[in-house]
Protein backbone atom coordinates (compact mmCIF):
# COMPACT_ATOMS: atom_id res chain seq x y z
CA UNK A 1 0.00 0.00 0.00
CA UNK A 2 1.16 3.49 -0.96
CA UNK A 3 1.74 6.10 1.94
CA UNK A 4 -0.44 9.25 2.37
CA UNK A 5 0.42 11.59 0.06
CA UNK A 6 1.67 14.92 1.71
CA UNK A 7 -0.85 18.22 1.64
CA UNK A 8 0.84 20.80 -0.64
CA UNK A 9 2.35 22.53 2.20
CA UNK A 10 4.13 19.49 3.50
CA UNK A 11 5.24 18.50 -0.77
CA UNK A 12 6.42 22.37 -1.23
CA UNK A 13 8.59 22.30 2.53
CA UNK A 14 10.21 18.96 1.37
CA UNK A 15 11.02 20.60 -2.02
CA UNK A 16 12.57 23.94 -0.63
CA UNK A 17 14.20 21.55 1.99
CA UNK A 18 16.37 20.43 -1.20
CA UNK A 19 18.30 23.97 -1.08
CA UNK A 20 20.56 22.20 1.58
CA UNK A 21 21.77 20.66 -1.57
CA UNK A 22 22.27 23.53 -3.76
CA UNK A 23 25.33 24.52 -5.35
CA UNK A 24 25.67 27.59 -3.54
CA UNK A 25 27.28 25.37 -0.61
CA UNK A 26 29.83 23.80 -2.81
CA UNK A 27 33.09 24.66 -1.72
CA UNK A 28 34.29 26.23 -5.15
CA UNK A 29 30.86 28.59 -4.73
CA UNK A 30 31.86 29.36 -1.29
CA UNK A 31 35.26 30.34 -2.66
CA UNK A 32 34.32 32.28 -5.51
CA UNK A 33 31.79 34.37 -3.00
CA UNK A 34 34.54 35.12 -0.26
CA UNK A 35 37.07 36.82 -2.89
CA UNK A 36 39.14 33.77 -2.51
CA UNK A 37 39.20 32.43 -6.35
CA UNK A 38 42.09 33.89 -9.25
CA UNK A 39 41.72 35.38 -12.34
CA UNK A 40 41.78 31.95 -14.17
CA UNK A 41 39.46 30.04 -12.27
CA UNK A 42 36.97 33.20 -12.41
CA UNK A 43 37.10 33.58 -16.11
CA UNK A 44 36.87 29.35 -16.45
CA UNK A 45 33.73 29.19 -14.42
CA UNK A 46 31.69 32.08 -16.56
CA UNK A 47 33.06 30.36 -19.65
CA UNK A 48 32.19 26.91 -18.46
CA UNK A 49 28.85 28.38 -17.05
CA UNK A 50 28.22 29.93 -20.34
CA UNK A 51 27.59 26.77 -21.90
CA UNK A 52 24.82 26.07 -19.37
CA UNK A 53 23.35 29.62 -20.32
CA UNK A 54 22.99 28.64 -24.05
CA UNK A 55 21.47 25.38 -23.55
CA UNK A 56 18.51 26.42 -21.27
CA UNK A 57 16.31 27.78 -24.03
CA UNK A 58 16.87 24.38 -25.61
CA UNK A 59 15.97 22.49 -23.02
CA UNK A 60 12.99 25.07 -22.32
CA UNK A 61 12.23 23.97 -26.18
CA UNK A 62 12.10 21.10 -25.01
CA UNK A 63 9.48 21.56 -22.59
CA UNK A 64 7.35 23.60 -25.30
CA UNK A 65 7.39 20.57 -27.64
CA UNK A 66 6.01 18.40 -24.92
CA UNK A 67 3.21 20.74 -23.59
CA UNK A 68 -0.20 20.55 -25.15
CA UNK A 69 -1.44 23.18 -22.95
CA UNK A 70 -1.61 26.40 -24.63
CA UNK A 71 -2.11 28.27 -20.99
CA UNK A 72 1.28 26.45 -19.99
CA UNK A 73 3.29 27.17 -23.32
CA UNK A 74 2.29 31.21 -22.93
CA UNK A 75 3.91 31.12 -19.55
CA UNK A 76 6.71 28.89 -20.30
CA UNK A 77 7.82 30.62 -23.26
CA UNK A 78 8.91 33.73 -21.32
CA UNK A 79 11.55 31.38 -20.41
CA UNK A 80 13.20 31.54 -23.99
CA UNK A 81 12.76 34.58 -24.87
CA UNK A 82 14.32 35.82 -21.16
CA UNK A 83 17.55 34.32 -22.46
CA UNK A 84 17.69 34.45 -26.33
CA UNK A 85 16.38 37.87 -25.63
CA UNK A 86 13.47 40.33 -28.31
CA UNK A 87 13.49 43.78 -30.12
CA UNK A 88 15.07 46.29 -28.12
CA UNK A 89 16.22 43.08 -24.57
CA UNK A 90 18.71 41.41 -25.90
CA UNK A 91 18.40 39.05 -23.69
CA UNK A 92 20.41 36.31 -20.81
CA UNK A 93 22.66 34.81 -23.18
CA UNK A 94 23.86 38.43 -24.28
CA UNK A 95 23.74 39.97 -20.61
CA UNK A 96 26.40 36.54 -20.10
CA UNK A 97 28.55 37.68 -23.02
CA UNK A 98 28.96 40.52 -21.47
CA UNK A 99 30.10 38.95 -17.98
CA UNK A 100 32.82 37.41 -20.19
CA UNK A 101 33.66 40.01 -21.81
CA UNK A 102 34.11 41.99 -18.14
CA UNK A 103 36.21 38.96 -16.57
CA UNK A 104 38.67 39.24 -19.82
CA UNK A 105 37.55 37.06 -21.95
CA UNK A 106 37.02 38.22 -25.87
CA UNK A 107 33.79 37.21 -27.52
CA UNK A 108 34.98 34.88 -30.17
CA UNK A 109 36.76 32.72 -27.14
CA UNK A 110 33.06 32.12 -25.22
CA UNK A 111 31.30 32.00 -28.04
CA UNK A 112 33.53 28.91 -29.54
CA UNK A 113 32.86 27.28 -26.09
CA UNK A 114 36.80 25.78 -26.34
CA UNK A 115 37.24 26.66 -22.51
CA UNK A 116 34.03 24.27 -21.53
CA UNK A 117 35.16 21.00 -19.90
CA UNK A 118 33.99 17.91 -21.09
CA UNK A 119 32.16 16.45 -17.31
CA UNK A 120 30.51 20.12 -17.70
CA UNK A 121 29.51 19.39 -21.44
CA UNK A 122 28.04 15.78 -20.66
CA UNK A 123 26.22 17.24 -17.22
CA UNK A 124 24.25 19.87 -19.21
CA UNK A 125 23.75 17.54 -22.29
CA UNK A 126 22.43 15.21 -19.75
CA UNK A 127 19.75 17.86 -18.85
CA UNK A 128 18.43 18.62 -21.95
CA UNK A 129 18.24 15.15 -23.02
CA UNK A 130 15.95 14.60 -19.78
CA UNK A 131 13.67 17.45 -20.63
CA UNK A 132 13.20 16.01 -24.00
CA UNK A 133 12.07 12.53 -22.70
CA UNK A 134 10.36 13.60 -19.58
CA UNK A 135 6.68 14.67 -19.25
CA UNK A 136 6.88 18.59 -19.59
CA UNK A 137 5.60 18.54 -15.54
CA UNK A 138 8.79 16.79 -14.74
CA UNK A 139 11.01 19.22 -16.72
CA UNK A 140 9.12 21.41 -15.17
CA UNK A 141 9.72 20.49 -11.33
CA UNK A 142 13.57 19.98 -12.83
CA UNK A 143 13.60 23.66 -13.23
CA UNK A 144 12.73 24.11 -9.59
CA UNK A 145 16.29 24.74 -8.22
CA UNK A 146 15.04 28.86 -9.30
CA UNK A 147 13.73 28.54 -5.74
CA UNK A 148 17.50 29.22 -4.28
CA UNK A 149 18.82 31.01 -7.15
CA UNK A 150 18.03 34.50 -6.02
CA UNK A 151 19.79 34.32 -3.35
CA UNK A 152 23.01 33.25 -4.82
CA UNK A 153 22.50 35.97 -7.73
CA UNK A 154 22.45 38.77 -4.78
CA UNK A 155 25.35 37.55 -2.98
CA UNK A 156 27.24 38.08 -6.14
CA UNK A 157 25.79 41.52 -6.76
CA UNK A 158 27.04 42.39 -2.84
CA UNK A 159 30.47 41.07 -2.49
CA UNK A 160 32.00 40.22 -6.32
CA UNK A 161 32.89 44.41 -6.64
CA UNK A 162 34.77 44.42 -3.59
CA UNK A 163 36.25 40.88 -4.12
CA UNK A 164 37.18 41.37 -7.66
CA UNK A 165 37.41 45.01 -8.59
CA UNK A 166 38.64 44.33 -11.83
CA UNK A 167 35.65 43.28 -13.01
CA UNK A 168 34.09 45.50 -15.45
CA UNK A 169 30.52 46.39 -13.73
CA UNK A 170 29.00 46.02 -17.16
CA UNK A 171 29.18 42.33 -16.22
CA UNK A 172 26.92 42.47 -13.32
CA UNK A 173 23.92 42.80 -15.62
CA UNK A 174 22.39 39.22 -15.81
CA UNK A 175 22.28 38.46 -12.36
CA UNK A 176 20.16 42.21 -11.43
CA UNK A 177 18.21 40.88 -14.36
CA UNK A 178 18.00 37.31 -13.06
CA UNK A 179 16.40 38.14 -9.55
CA UNK A 180 13.01 39.37 -10.73
CA UNK A 181 13.03 36.91 -13.59
CA UNK A 182 13.56 33.44 -11.60
CA UNK A 183 11.57 34.39 -8.78
CA UNK A 184 8.88 35.03 -11.71
CA UNK A 185 9.73 31.65 -13.33
CA UNK A 186 9.32 29.83 -9.88
CA UNK A 187 5.57 30.85 -9.05
CA UNK A 188 4.89 28.88 -12.40
CA UNK A 189 7.03 26.10 -12.10
CA UNK A 190 6.30 25.48 -8.11
CA UNK A 191 2.44 25.73 -9.02
CA UNK A 192 2.74 23.13 -11.49
CA UNK A 193 4.74 20.81 -9.34
CA UNK A 194 2.24 21.42 -7.01
CA UNK A 195 -0.59 20.61 -8.85
CA UNK A 196 0.93 17.77 -10.89
CA UNK A 197 2.43 15.22 -8.38
CA UNK A 198 -0.43 14.52 -5.69
CA UNK A 199 0.20 10.63 -4.52
CA UNK A 200 3.10 9.78 -2.44
CA UNK A 201 4.76 8.07 -4.88
CA UNK A 202 4.14 11.06 -7.35
CA UNK A 203 5.74 13.25 -4.45
CA UNK A 204 8.95 10.87 -4.27
CA UNK A 205 9.03 11.17 -8.27
CA UNK A 206 9.43 15.04 -7.95
CA UNK A 207 11.77 15.14 -4.87
CA UNK A 208 14.27 12.56 -7.09
CA UNK A 209 13.90 14.95 -10.01
CA UNK A 210 14.40 17.80 -8.00
CA UNK A 211 18.08 16.24 -6.65
CA UNK A 212 18.83 15.26 -10.55
CA UNK A 213 19.11 18.86 -11.31
CA UNK A 214 20.66 19.71 -7.93
CA UNK A 215 23.44 16.78 -9.17
CA UNK A 216 23.87 18.38 -12.33
CA UNK A 217 24.53 21.80 -11.11
CA UNK A 218 26.86 20.35 -8.39
CA UNK A 219 28.69 18.38 -10.70
CA UNK A 220 29.69 21.51 -12.99
CA UNK A 221 31.63 22.88 -9.62
CA UNK A 222 33.19 19.55 -9.01
CA UNK A 223 34.45 19.71 -12.71
CA UNK A 224 35.86 23.52 -12.29
CA UNK A 225 37.26 22.15 -9.08
CA UNK A 226 39.66 19.71 -10.45
CA UNK A 227 40.81 22.11 -13.29
CA UNK A 228 40.87 25.54 -11.76
CA UNK A 229 41.64 25.07 -7.75
CA UNK A 230 43.31 21.32 -7.63
CA UNK A 231 44.96 22.19 -11.26
CA UNK A 232 43.74 19.14 -12.61
CA UNK A 233 41.77 19.78 -15.52
CA UNK A 234 40.83 16.68 -18.00
CA UNK A 235 44.65 15.15 -19.35
CA UNK A 236 46.75 17.04 -17.43
CA UNK A 237 49.31 13.76 -16.73
CA UNK A 238 49.54 12.82 -20.30
CA UNK A 239 52.43 14.68 -22.25
CA UNK A 240 51.46 17.65 -24.93
Known amino acids: MS ?7 EFEDRLRAKERFYHIHHPFHVLM ?3 KLDREAIQGWVANR ?15 ANCPDRAVRREWIKRIIDHDGSDGDEGGIEAWSQLGEAVGLARPELWSLARVLPGVRF ?19 SSLTELFAPTLHQ ?22 KRLSEARRDVEH ?6 DHFRTRDEQERALGILQFKLDVLWTLLDCMWLAYVDHRPPYYNVEP
Not at 3 to 9: G, L
Not at 50 to 62: E, G, H, L, R, T
Open 33 to 35: NTG
Open 155 to 176: QRLDGWPKHYPWIEPQGYAYFR
Open 189 to 194: GLAITL
Open 123 to 141: SVDAYVNFARQASWQEAAC
Open 3 to 9: EVAWTRA
Open 50 to 64: FYYQVSIPVKDAAVL
